[in-house]
Nanobody
Framework: QVQLVESGGGLVQAGGSLRLSCAAS????????VAWFRQAPGKEREFVAA???????DYVDSVKGRFTISRDDAKNTIYLQMNRLKPEDTAVYYC???????????????????WGQGTQVTVSS
């Protein structure tokens, strides 16, 4: 069983930056794809970014060019660097991992078995 703990959220002005971290324990994520999702009040949980076990990455169109997902396998941690933040980026951000290793990109929340508790990101205008 893997446990995921997000950190790094906070309040930032539009145009600012934050770096989210997702620390894993209980299992190495080295051969697992991991994703970041977000959920704003009254909205469904939305795919944001993913990184495969082979280090390929993909992003939702609204964050391409602004967000970067990366991993540090030595620290068993996944990061989401968020630059040029916008008020519409305000949400609770979650990291997620599937139950099985390898695989390709998964874009739907139902395809992930393990979730962190989330970290709030608020972008003021």
């Amino acid at each position: 069983q893997v446990q995921l703990v997000e950190s790094g959220g906070g309040l930032v002005q539009a145009g600012g930056s934050l770096r989210l971290s997702c620390a894993a324990s209980g299992r190495s994520l080295r051969f697992y794809g991991v994703a970041w999702f977000r959920q704003a009040p009254g909205k469904e949980r939305e795919f944001v970014a993913a990184i495969t076990w082979g280090d390929s990455t993909d992003y939702v169109d609204s964050v391409k060019g602004r967000f970067t997902i990366s991993r540090d396998d030595a620290k068993n941690t996944i990061y989401l660097q968020m630059n040029r933040l916008k008020p519409e980026d305000t949400a609770v951000y979650y990291c997620a991992a599937p139950g099985s290793p390898y695989g390709t990109f998964f874009y739907h929340a139902r395809e992930y078995d393990h979730w962190g508790q989330g970290t709030q990101v608020t972008v003021s205008s």
